[in-house]
Each structure stands twice: as structure tokens, then as C-alpha cells.
């Protein structure tokens, strides 16, 4: 009997079944289930269900409280993370950077190693890759755990349940919000996870969006961006707590752009109605805390920082080259860079910095690195601040860096944090859209929207602050 | 569940094997010390034990328990995805074990959920281990009564013992074993409590120690199961070697579109294809190795 046949037969039978005859089978699987547990398990009603667990739910999923404790705590995370990262990192930058570069540099000039080694090797693949662990590995290390802790403890799905009426307004389905938190690690992750949404139609909004949960790689970014430019606003017992209000705040507005962008498809290519589904809230788990804290720094903060250093090592050595082949004079950098320039201050950025985004396409997490690299040579030409001088590495922290060499501004340091919420994904996350949708038209849409949006929210604040007078 | 003493094993003794009396041989304490973690080295496998159950029951701790690799374990539904891969080595068998994303049903249309039952169905494991949740038995035996329509290959791990107990639940596993007629084991796979039980328990059902009873699939109307098994008599005859054709007769009677589908693109035949294959193979490295 072939297979045709099979079917022909199946709907013949089906025709002489009782209607809802499916429904009896499943309810008979349900009565049996309730027998069963009838039988062999006994609860004892008076230390059944004790009430800590509600009371926590009461106040962490309240219509009010459930969003200012989601506030408080994420800022409380990024605040430990900002003010615990600052020693370590001056610490680590004194010693890979600073203390390290000039001794090694001093080890092969002594060796007699041919200039364009030394610079390829150590001014390039050296200074590249201490730097990525000088800027990453302190924050990762404090904030990987931490939210770990409170994915352990069970408090993701309460934030999903707090979100899960947003996300219904806005057309998307309530599982994206659990998506959305993958993504704050890795939108690769993140895109992958859309697998636990059934319409095919929310799941592409979970998809294309899921590139404004800021991941792995641009939490650094975030907040060295917040400490240097944003913190030193205030007096100094402040410059904490602000510079992590500022990272709150791109967060926060990464949630705002997710839910209007989720709203705008949802009511154009990718009408349709919203999804019922239902969330199970786990039970809160005491967390095991000092496994937690070993596992997610060894799985966790040593992969990506890996995986930045597999990324960094090659883009150091690029950026050595560029800015040291020549075409008719200038580096081919500095062709690049001036190139770029118009673009780039439209935007409230500038030339080092698109030019640096072109470098990090594998991996944002070699975006700082590669800008600093990019400014220390090309900085003092292109931007002719402190007259075209090179700075030495001693004097040379990120700050001084970008401000002295590069002329940034407050308006640079922001435009870049919005630039890093909304820009296009890194290739592998773009690679594993491909993969989950199969379409080419989604991928590029997944792509290119994010960076069209990134382009026009930094040209409009460029212009207004411009307008304004602010710089 | 009857745990019968482990009949002297063929296969080549690993380095802790000094030679055990027989009432060591069935002391749990001894047989995890018998465990060797093979992580993602699952080349080569004697044994395919699947992982299923419902989300957040303890899944991925379980397999990291037995693989002693780090999957993600997250406290929320939904954390595993796509399907993990690992592999240990009990008294001389290899195992490969394949965690499963959580499922409520075997009925559902989510892409992580489907994938979690098309492994089930067509990839035929040898042993399933439902790992369930006990503080809230009765909706995760909703799934288990589903499984064991499938298979009969099933060891339940009754995960998450110690929160039961502090919620003042106790279970009857004994009868519960009976009732369902597969082994039932208590688990707190957190604390790596009742590991060494349920190694043993998958290892007497993967080599066919156990005797377990086949459970009277759910009771259908006469007229019902007049179609059904209709039905599975044509699959049957059409894809030899399916292993649940009631299973999927049933799916057919239901008007279910993927089933439908898999009959009209002959995926169905394909799986069971890939099935033969792996027993080719598996027969194979057997030769080799004796």
C-alpha cells in the first residue's frame, strides 16, 4: 500500500469516528494521570506549598513594584560590575599594556628583530589582544556571574511575566521576552532560542529584534563608554552610580526599540494576531553560589574572552598593516579613515570609528581595542589634536586616548553607545539567521535594519545636539 | 523495580576493575565509581539513552551528571533548545545520551518541542529516561502516559526529591513503579543524589535485565481502536520496521499535518532507513570488538 493510500485510508476512517474522538484519547491520558497520583503520592497539607515563594512572586511580578525592583536590581548589577571592574582593569592595563608592551618591545629591539616584526607583532598582535583582556575580562568576570545568580535563582521568567503584557501590545509574542534576555549574552543565542515560539510570524519579530539585547561584546563598549564619559560628569562618589544609570539607560532603550520595532512589523509585513501562550513560573531556588560563580567564569567569561582573543590577534595584525602600508604618501588607514570622515561626523562619530566597525564585523568584542589602536597612530593627524604628536603608552589610558587623540566628545562617547545598541549583528549571529530562517530576505532584513536605524537615531541626535549648540 | 544482580560483563574491564564479588557488583556506591564521564565523546556509542521531560524538571542537570559535561542549566523553561549530545561509560557499555529540549506533550507545534518528539518517535532510543518533576507529578505523568505509548524502553527519574520533601510531599516510587510498569527512581540530581540508582536502572533496561511490562496503552473506544489498528497494520506493512505504528496511526486518525506529511514525503521510511543503519553499524563495531 503506498503512501497516498495510507492517507486516502486514514481520512476514511477518520470519517466513521465519533467527533472529538482525539480530545476522549487525551482526556483518558489526564484521568489516568490523576488516578495514578492518586494513589502514590500524599502531600502533607500543612508544610504543603509554604508561602515564601508567593510572597516573592506578589512583589516581584506587582503590576508597579514587579518593574521598580526589575530596575533596581539590573542597576545594582551594573553598578557592582562598574565600580568592581575600574581597579582590576587600571591593574591589568598597568601590566599587559603599559609595563608589558615597553618590555617586550625592549626584548625584541634588543634581539635585533626586523622594525616591521616588532611593530606587526607587538604594536600590532601584542597590543591588540592585551587590550581586549584589559577592557573585558574585569567586567565580564563580575557581571557574567552576577547574572547568572539570577538566572539560578529563577528570577528571568518573573521578568518575562512583568514583560509579557508589553510585548502583547506590541503585536509580539510573550515568549520574546525570554529571548530577548538570551540575547544579553549572545544574540546568536538569542536567535537560536526563538525556537521556543510557534508562529512562524513571531518568531521572525523575536528574530530580528533580538540584535537590540545588547550582548557579550558590547557591554564592555557600554561601559567604559559610561565610566570615561558619562561618570566623570559628576563629582567622583557619584561617578559610579551615573555612569551606570548610563548603561541602564542604553539598555533600557535597547527594550523600547525592540518593542517599537516588534510593534512597526507587527502591524506591516508581519501582520497577524498575537499568539495565547503560557508561561510555567518556576519555583525560587536558593543558588548555588560559588559553583555558579566558578561556572559562569569558566564557561562563560573564558569563552567569550577567548573567543575575543582569537578574534583580536588577527585584527591586531590588520590594523598594524593598514596603518602602516602606505598608498602615495598616507597610510591605507588613513585613506580609509578620511574616507569614512564625512559619514562618520554626520553621525556624531567619526572616520576611526566606522573604520574600526568594518574591522570588528566577526566580533564587536574588538571594537574598543581597534578604535584606541586606530586613534593612537592615526588620531593626532586626522583630528590635529596636540599637534600630530604621538602619545606614549604610559600617559596613554583609553580616556586619554580618545579625548587628547582622537577629540571626542560628549556627544561621541553617546552617539557611540547608540550606535553599539542598534548597529547590524556580528557575523556569527547574522550567520545563525540564515541558518534558523533559512530566507535570504529575512537575514538581510535582520541585517540591514538594525543598521539603518543605527544611522538614522545618531544622525538625528548629531544634528540636534549640533543645532542646540551642545558641541 | 527489580534489581536483578549484573550478569559478568563480556566487554573489556576498565582500569578500576579489580575483580568484584558479586554483592559489590550490585552496590550502587561501586557502580558509580564504575561511571566514566566521556563528555562530547559519544564516537562509537553501544546504547542510545534519550533525555526527555517536561521544561525546567532538571533535564540538563541530569546530563551533566551522567556526561560530566557543562550544559547550560538554567532556572527557567526553555533553556535547552536543540538537542545536547554526550557520553559515559558504564561497567565496559558505552552510552550516548541526547538531552532533549522540555516538552508538555508530544502533541505540540513549537520547533523546540517537535524536535523533542520526533526523536522519540523516530530515533528510537534505546532507553528514555523521563525525568520528571515531583512536586508536581501529576501534570508532568501526562507526558510520561504519553512516552510510554511509544516505548516501554523507560526509566523515570523522579527529579527534584528534595524540594518535595520540603514541601511535605511524599511518593509512593514502589507503586508508582508498578502502576506504570517501568523502573521508578528518586532523584535530586542537583546534589548528585540518586545518580548511581538510575545508571543502574537505565544499564538493566539498555541490556534488557529489567522485565518490564508492557503498560496497557490508553483505553480507546472500540471504535477507535478498530481504526487504529487498521491503520497500523497498513503503516506497517508500507514502513517496516516502525517501531510505534500505533503511535503514528493515531497521529494519522487525528488529522495531525506533520505526521501527514512525513507519510506523504516518505520521511517516515527515511528514519526508519537511518535507524537500520546505526543497528548496521552498532552490529558492526560489536564484530570488531569481540
Redesign the interface.
Known amino acids: 500500500m503506498s503512501a497516498p493510500r495510507i492517507l486516502e485510508s486514514a481520512t476514511r476512517l477518520r470519517a466513521e469516528l465519533p467527533r472529538g474522538f482525539a480530545d476522549d484519547v487525551v482526556a483518558s491520558i489526564y484521568d489516568d494521570a490523576e488516578r495514578i497520583v492518586r494513589h502514590s503520592v500524599t502531600s502533607d497539607s500543612k508544610r504543603a506549598r509554604l508561602g515564601m515563594d508567593q510572597v516573592l512572586d506578589r512583589a516581584l511580578t506587582h503590576r508597579v513594584w514587579g518593574f521598580v525592583v526589575m530596575g533596581v536590581l539590573f542597576y545594582g548589577v551594573f553598578w557592582f560590575t562598574i565600580v568592581g571592574a575600574a581597579l582590576p582593569s587600571d591593574l591589568l592595563y598597568t601590566l599587559l599594556v603599559d609595563k608589558g608592551h615597553s618590555s617586550l618591545r625592549g626584548l625584541f629591539v634588543d634581539l635585533g628583530a626586523a622594525p616591521w616584526m616588532t611593530g606587526l607583532l607587538i604594536d600590532g598582535v601584542y597590543l591588540g589582544t592585551v587590550w581586549v583582556v584589559a577592557v573585558m575580562l574585569p567586567p565580564m568576570a563580575i557581571f557574567f556571574p552576577l547574572f547568572t545568580l539570577l538566572e539560578d535563582f529563577g528570577y528571568l521568567p518573573r521578568v518575562a511575566f512583568n514583560l509579557d503584557r508589553v510585548f502583547a501590545k506590541s503585536g509580539a509574542h510573550g515568549n520574546q521576552s525570554l529571548t530577548m534576555m538570551m540575547g544579553y549574552g549572545c544574540n546568536a543565542a538569542g536567535v537560536t532560542a526563538t525556537r521556543i515560539i510557534d508562529s512562524p510570524r513571531e518568531r521572525l519579530i523575536a528574530t530580528i529584534t533580538n540584535n537590540f539585547s545588547i550582548c557579550n561584546g558590547r557591554w564592555p563598549t557600554l561601559i567604559l563608554m559610561g565610566t570615561i564619559f558619562v561618570g566623570t560628569l559628576v563629582p567622583a562618589p557619584l561617578a559610579g552610580l551615573v555612569a551606570a544609570g548610563a548603561v541602564v539607560a542604553v539598555a533600557v532603550l535597547g527594550i523600547v526599540t525592540t518593542l517599537l520595532v516588534s510593534w512597526v512589523l507587527s502591524r506591516t509585513v508581519l501582520r497577524g494576531e498575537t499568539s495565547v501562550y503560557t508561561l510555567e513560573l518556576p519555583p525560587y531556588r536558593r543558588p548555588q553560589v560559588w559553583r555558579t560563580i566558578y561556572i559562569s567564569l569558566v564557561d562563560r567569561t573564558l569563552k567569550v574572552l577567548r573567543r575575543a582573543l582569537v578574534m583580536a590577534a588577527p585584527a591586531g595584525a590588520v590594523i598594524w598593516l593598514i596603518s602602516n602600508v602606505t598608498v602615495s604618501g598616507p597610510s591605507l588607514a588613513a585613506h580609509l579613515v578620511r574616507a569614512m570622515d564625512p559619514l562618520g561626523m554626520t553621525l556624531g562619530l567619526n572616520g576611526i570609528i566606522l573604520l574600526a566597525y568594518l574591522v570588528a564585523i566577526p566580533a564587536n568584542e574588538i571594537i574598543i581595542p581597534t578604535i584606541l589602536m586606530l586613534t593612537m597612530t592615526l588620531g593626532p593627524l586626522q583630528y590635529g589634536v596636540q599637534g600630530g604628536v604621538m602619545l606614549d603608552l604610559p600617559e596613554a589610558q583609553a580616556g586619554t586616548v580618545l579625548i587628547q587623540a582622537g577629540g571626542w566628545t560628549l556627544l561621541t562617547a553617546i552617539n557611540l553607545m547608540l550606535f553599539s545598541m542598534l548597529h547590524n549583528p556580528c557575523s556569527t549571529t547574522v550567520l545563525t539567521i540564515w541558518k534558523e530562517t533559512g530566507s535570504l530576505k529575512w537575514t538581510a532584513t535582520a541585517t540591514f535594519l538594525p543598521l539603518a536605524l543605527a544611522f538614522a537615531v545618531t544622525a538625528t541626535t548629531a544634528s540636534v545636539a549640533r543645532l542646540a549648540g551642545w558641541v | 523495580m527489580s534489581v536483578e544482580l549484573p550478569m559478568p560483563l563480556s566487554k573489556a574491564p576498565g582500569p578500576s576493575d579489580s575483580p568484584p564479588g558479586h554483592a559489590c557488583g550490585s552496590c550502587a556506591v561501586f557502580n558509580v565509581a564504575n561511571l566514566e564521564r566521556l563528555g562530547v565523546n559519544t564516537a562509537s556509542s553501544d546504547f542510545v539513552i534519550a533525555l526527555a521531560g517536561n521544561?525546567?524538571t532538571g533535564k540538563s542537570t541530569v546530563f551533566n551528571a551522567l556526561t560530566g559535561l557543562?550544559q547550560?542549566v538554567?532556572?527557567?523553561?526553555?533553556t535547552t533548545?536543540?538537542r545536547a549530545e554526550g557520553a559515559f561509560r558504564h561497567q565496559g557499555a558505552a552510552y550516548k545520551v541526547v538531552d532533549l529540549?522540555g516538552t508538555y506533550s508530544l502533541?505540540?507545534?513549537?520547533?523546540?518541542e517537535h524536535?523533542a518528539c520526533d526523536f522519540l518517535l523516530f530515533g528510537d532510543p534505546d532507553v528514555t529516561v523521563v525525568v520528571v518533576d515531583a512536586?508536581r507529578?501529576?501534570?508532568n505523568?501526562?507526558l510520561?502516559?504519553?512516552i510510554l505509548q511509544i516505548t516501554n524502553r523507560v526509566v523515570i527519574a523522579l527529579n527534584l526529591m528534595d524540594?518535595a520533601q520540603?514541601?511535605?510531599?511524599?511518593?509512593?516510587?514502589r507503586?508508582?513503579s508498578r502502576?506504570?510498569g517501568v523502573p521508578v527512581v528518586p532523584t535530586s540530581a542537583?546534589k548528585g543524589r540518586g545518580i548511581p540508582e538510575l545508571l543502574e536502572a537505565i544499564a538493566q533496561v539498555a541490556q534488557g535485565r529489567t522485565a518490564l511490562k508492557a503498560r496497557t496503552t490508553?483505553?480507546?473506544?472500540p471504535?477507535?481502536e478498530r481504526?487504529v489498528s487498521?491503520?497500523a497494520g497498513?503503516?506497517s506493512?508500507?514502513f517496516p520496521g516502525l517501531a510505534n505504528s500505533r503511535w503514528v496511526?493515531?497521529r494519522?486518525?487525528?488529522?495531525d499535518p506533520s505526521t501527514?506529511r512525513a507519510?506523504?514525503d516518505?520521511s517516515l521510511g527515511d528514519v526508519d532507513r537511518q535507524h537500520s543503519a546505526r543497528q548496521r553499524a552498532l552490529e558492526a563495531a560489536e564484530r570488531t570488538a569481540s
Open positions: 521544561p525546567n557543562r547550560h538554567g532556572n527557567w523553561p526553555g533548545v536543540v529540549p502533541l505540540s507545534s513549537s520547533s523546540d524536535a512536586t507529578l501529576e501534570r505523568l501526562n510520561v502516559l504519553q524540594e520540603r514541601h511535605g510531599i511524599s511518593i509512593d516510587t507503586h508508582l502502576e506504570l542537583r490508553a483505553r480507546l473506544a471504535v477507535v481504526s487498521t491503520l497498513q503503516l506493512a508500507e496511526a493515531l494519522l486518525l487525528e488529522g501527514e507519510v506523504r516518505g
